[in-house]
């Protein structure tokens, strides 16, 4: 199981696309009422509810079916099937970072899971997003924008002093 992502740093609205390849590398079928394939979505992530799939020697020809995604446990679903040795697939989708309610530079940590009756649940790698969430700067007497109502001009030279008309 292996998961990437296409950009490691990132900024709120950013949309991030990960990969999901999963392969059987072993002599047997992976079965259990379907391979199950979860990616469990961090809270600064929102699903954008595009994806895409790929297989390769796919002998029970089943295909992924996208089971879905839980909003309560921000779980994306999906069902491999039978998994047959050689058999591998990958996984794309789409997932937009969100705007935290507080600034400052934080970090998103991803993997996805699979399970079969074999293998029980195996997690794939780890991978980290960095993300850029500089605060806004804070408004200043003197930064030529009236931003209270305490100020009644904000041109800079007259920082701190009432503004009079100009004639």
């Not at 292996?2 to 059987?24: F, R």
Request: glycine content about 8%; aromatic content about 10%.
């Amino acid at each position: 199981l292996t998961k990437s992502v296409d950009n490691q740093n990132a900024e709120p609205g950013d949309i991030l696309t990960y990969s999901l390849h999963y392969k059987n590398t072993g002599d047997r079928n992976c079965t259990g009422g379907g391979v199950r394939i979860q990616d469990k979505l961090d809270k600064n992530l929102l699903y954008t509810g595009d994806y895409t799939q790929n297989i390769l020697n796919d002998a029970d020809s089943q295909g992924i079916s996208y089971i879905g995604y839980s909003e309560a446990s921000r779980t994306l679903t999906w069902n491999a099937h039978v998994v047959s040795p050689n058999e591998e697939g990958v996984i794309t989708f789409e997932a937009e970072v969100l705007s935290p309610e507080e600034c400052g530079d934080f970090e998103i940590s991803n993997y996805f899971k699979t399970w079969s009756n074999q293998e029980s649940w195996k997690n794939s790698n780890v991978i980290n997003v960095s993300i850029d969430n500089n605060c806004p700067p804070q408004p200043f007497c003197g930064d030529n924008v009236i931003n209270q109502a305490s100020e009644e001009c904000d041109d800079g030279s007259l920082n701190g002093f009432l503004c009079l008309a100009s004639y």
